[in-house]
């Protein structure tokens, strides 16, 4: 009888000793996911300001640091905006949240995009123009989103996912 | 697998990124604006001028385009500062290519006190050129001045 109380003691130290360590696991996991508020507002803001550049870097042609028309041009359009949601996502536990943050994120950059390619007309700087601006602006939008939607939500989920204890 | 130490790295590389886009997005949006409103970065130059056998001046304008977007320059006015400051029309339709330079010879009669000017070697000018962006479907106007040195 003595033995068995000693082991049961035994046993519910050795839990108590499991829950010290998994706090401190859990307070790592916190510390590394930068999840407070002022962090995630922070992340939100320069996610959606990199994918913003690397999408009109690639829309347009006539800056001369443009990413459009060179292999390493459209590596970047494909991977940066996956990097940037896997980012994101590390921030959250919860899959359905990443996924709604970063598609945030990457719906405001295309909505941005959208109001940067139309700045010169909508601002009158042209001395004149044409109806066929829209063309070539909603095709680059176009592009933009698709490659935001098939490699963001991926990403955001994927990193979410590796939030578990190591 | 310990993922702390990639995850961690990822994302100062994620801040180290965010801080070089933070530059270069204003940069890039201000160049494009400026572009339209002036002549989308198109650098002209003028070299190799001369004086022709009947009291006219002749000299190659060079046209840059800096980007990777065709543009077409449509006709230019310039002024050359002679006195009389009688801008002259140059008919053009120059197709000028990604990252390319084109170059056309443009003649202009001189009046009496342009004559003067550059018997001294040098007169000055100003030029307003037409340029025209398929892609953008916008006309914008490229206003440059300099000095032309004329060779005897």
């Known amino acids: 009888m003595k033995d068995l109380q000693e082991s049961t003691k035994n046993k519910l130290d050795d839990m108590g000793e499991n829950w010290d360590i998994q706090d401190e696991q859990l307070e790592e996991l916190k510390v590394l996911k930068f999840s407070s508020w002022p962090w995630t507002v922070l992340k939100g803001a320069l996610g959606v300001v990199i994918v913003t550049t690397v999408y009109l870097l690639y829309s347009l042609a006539e800056i001369p640091w443009t990413l459009g028309e060179s292999i390493a041009g459209m590596m970047l359009f494909g991977f940066v905006p996956f990097f940037v949601s896997f980012v994101l996502g590390m921030t959250f536990e919860n899959g359905k949240k990443a996924l709604a943050f970063s598609l945030m994120v990457g719906m405001t950059s295309i909505l941005l995009l959208y109001v940067i390619l139309n700045l010169p007309y909508s601002m009158g700087l042209f001395d004149s123009h044409g109806d066929g601006y829209g063309t070539y602006m909603w095709w680059y939008i176009l592009l933009s989103f698709i490659n935001m939607i098939s490699f963001m939500p991926v990403a955001a989920v994927l990193a979410s996912s590796t939030n578990v204890y190591e | ?152």
């Open chain 2, 1 to 152: 697998m310990k993922t702390r130490p990639i995850k961690e790295w990822t994302f100062f590389a994620f801040l180290f990124i965010g801080a070089i886009c933070a530059i270069l997005l204003p940069m890039t949006v201000l160049t494009y604006m400026d572009y339209a409103e002036s002549g989308y970065g198109v650098e002209v130059e003028m070299g190799d001028a001369r004086l022709g056998s009947s009291g006219e001046l002749i000299f190659v304008m060079s046209i840059t385009n800096p980007g990777k977007l065709e543009l077409q320059a449509t006709g230019a006015e310039i002024i050359l500062m002679d006195g009389s400051e009688v801008p002259v029309k140059v008919n053009m339709l120059l197709d000028i290519d990604r990252k390319g330079t084109e170059e056309i010879q443009v003649h202009i009669p001189l009046s009496e006190g342009g004559m003067a000017l550059v018997s001294q070697g040098e007169i000055s000018y100003s030029i307003e050129m037409d340029v025209y962006v398929p892609y953008r479907d916008g006309y914008t106007t490229h206003r440059s001045e300099g000095i032309l040195e004329v060779s005897p």
